[in-house]
Every structure is written in structure tokens, then in C-alpha cells.
């Protein structure tokens, strides 16, 4: 069964340093999520990405982070300058492209971040 | 803006018995979606079940079904013949029907951590 995958399973760095976090999304679909969950709190949505551009962002989403799909099968979250509220797990999801169907998300395994 | 609640930061079941998770939300909106996510300590979020809000009749997943009342707001989640794999965080989701094309962001509750014991 196809599934979304994340790249590194734990990343960790300085304060003031840059991490790109990746994705590989279900093949065929066109939607992508990334969310974040400080631990033992829920889980907060960053942004949403279509057709290579951002559709909605919260208001976590500020001018650190930014999304990229560099290519056909990747989907990357930067951070620019990390900060130690930023250690989080980092979740990506994508939806497919029917309608009827895109109402589930499929969420990857996530990547734990921790900046020191 | 949508929020969800979850008044049961914990719970607790015998193995084989029958637990039911609470969830409540708010929201203006007559179309949207619901769903019970769990979370084991892996930390990998998987989809429990999903219910339409159009649909009156109940989501039912093997063991796992859902009491949806849709004039209360209310979404709680009953899982039968609990067993010990069912510990977990559980976190209760919705998703409006409205936007582009589905690309509507899911809102979550604080999350349920339920233990079963054996």
C-alpha cells in the first residue's frame, strides 16, 4: 500500500541554523499538509500546498518557514533559523485529486526536530 | 474558526471491555468531516474512521464506531472488545467540506490517552 514518507526520522541542530525537513507524498496525489505537534500538545497545521503554490497557511507559518516541491515526488519544509520553540514532531499528509476521495489525509511517520 | 474539544485528557479500559472516547466542536458550517485519528508512541498518525456530516447513520469500523450527533456537535468514538494494541493517543479531527477542492486544513483536539490494561 502506497504510503507518504519522511526524511530524517530525527533531526537535530543549533539554534540559529536552517533545516530542511522532506516529504515524499502518495504518488498520485496533489494535495500536501504539514503540521507540527509540540510535545504532549495537539496537532497544529502549518500550511497546505496545490498546484506548487501555498493555498492556506496558519498563523504558526511566519516568515521562517517556507514549502517547496523542488520536484516531481518531493515536498520539503524549511525552517530558516530555527529557534528552540521549534522542536516539534513535523508531520506531512497528502490528500488525492478525486473529489469524492480528498477528504482523507494519509500522514507520514513524521520527523521529530530538536534545536539545542 | 473551528475548534475541537476533548474533555478526557486520559482513559483507562479492561482489556475485552467496551470504552467510549469523548468529543465535542464548534462550528457554523452544515458540511464537514469528521475523524478519529490514533497516535501510538511511535507517533505515526493513523486514521481510525471517518464520518460525513450529511450522513445520519454512524461510521462503524470493525471494532471502533462512532456516536455522531450532529445537533449537539458532538463525535465520541466506542471501541469494543478493547485490546491491549489499542493504547494510544487518540485525537478527534474535523475538516470542513468547503474550500479548494478538499484542501482544507484538519483541526484536532488536544487528544485522549487511553490505556488498557490487561
Known amino acids: 500500500e502506497p504510503e507518504v514518507t519522511q526524511t530524517p526520522s530525527h533531526q537535530v541542530t543549533q539554534m540559529g541554523q536552517e533545516v530542511i525537513l522532506r516529504c515524499v507524498p502518495i504518488?498520485?496525489?496533489?494535495?500536501f499538509y504539514w503540521y507540527r505537534q509540540i510535545l504532549g500538545q495537539k496537532v497544529e497545521f502549518l500550511v497546505s500546498?496545490?498546484?506548487?503554490?501555498?493555498?492556506?497557511k496558519s498563523e504558526i507559518f511566519d516568515d521562517q518557514f517556507s514549502v517547496e516541491r523542488p520536484d516531481g515526488s518531493n515536498f520539503t519544509l524549511k525552517i530558516r533559523s530555527t529557534k528552540l520553540e521549534d522542536s516539534a514532531m513535523y508531520f506531512c499528509?497528502?490528500?488525492?485529486?478525486?473529489?469524492?476521495?480528498?477528504?482523507?489525509?494519509?500522514f507520514g511517520p513524521g520527523t521529530r526536530l530538536t534545536v539545542t | 474558526a473551528q475548534t475541537v474539544t476533548q474533555s478526557q485528557p486520559e482513559m483507562s479500559v479492561q482489556e475485552a471491555e467496551t470504552v467510549t472516547l469523548s468529543c465535542t466542536y464548534d462550528?457554523?458550517?452544515?458540511?464537514?468531516?469528521l475523524f478519529w485519528y490514533k497516535q501510538p508512541p511511535s507517533r505515526q498518525m493513523i486514521l481510525v474512521i471517518r464520518?460525513?456530516?450529511?450522513?445520519?447513520q454512524n461510521a462503524t469500523e470493525n471494532r471502533f464506531s462512532v456516536n455522531f450527533q450532529k445537533a449537539a456537535k458532538s463525535f465520541s468514538l466506542k471501541i469494543s472488545d478493547s485490546q491491549l494494541g489499542d493504547a494510544a493517543m487518540y485525537f478527534c479531527?474535523?475538516?470542513?467540506?468547503?474550500?479548494?477542492?478538499?484542501?482544507?486544513?484538519?483541526?484536532f483536539g488536544k487528544g485522549t490517552r487511553l490505556s488498557v490494561i490487561a
Open positions: 499528509a497528502s490528500s488525492p485529486q478525486a473529489r469524492e476521495l480528498s477528504y482523507e489525509q494519509y
Open positions: 504518488s498520485n496525489h496533489l494535495y
Open positions: 500546498f496545490y498546484n506548487n503554490e501555498i493555498s492556506e
Open positions: 462550528t457554523s458550517e452544515s458540511d464537514y468531516y
Open positions: 464520518q460525513e456530516a450529511y450522513k445520519q
Open positions: 479531527a474535523y475538516r470542513s467540506r468547503y474550500g479548494n477542492s478538499g484542501n482544507t486544513p484538519l483541526v
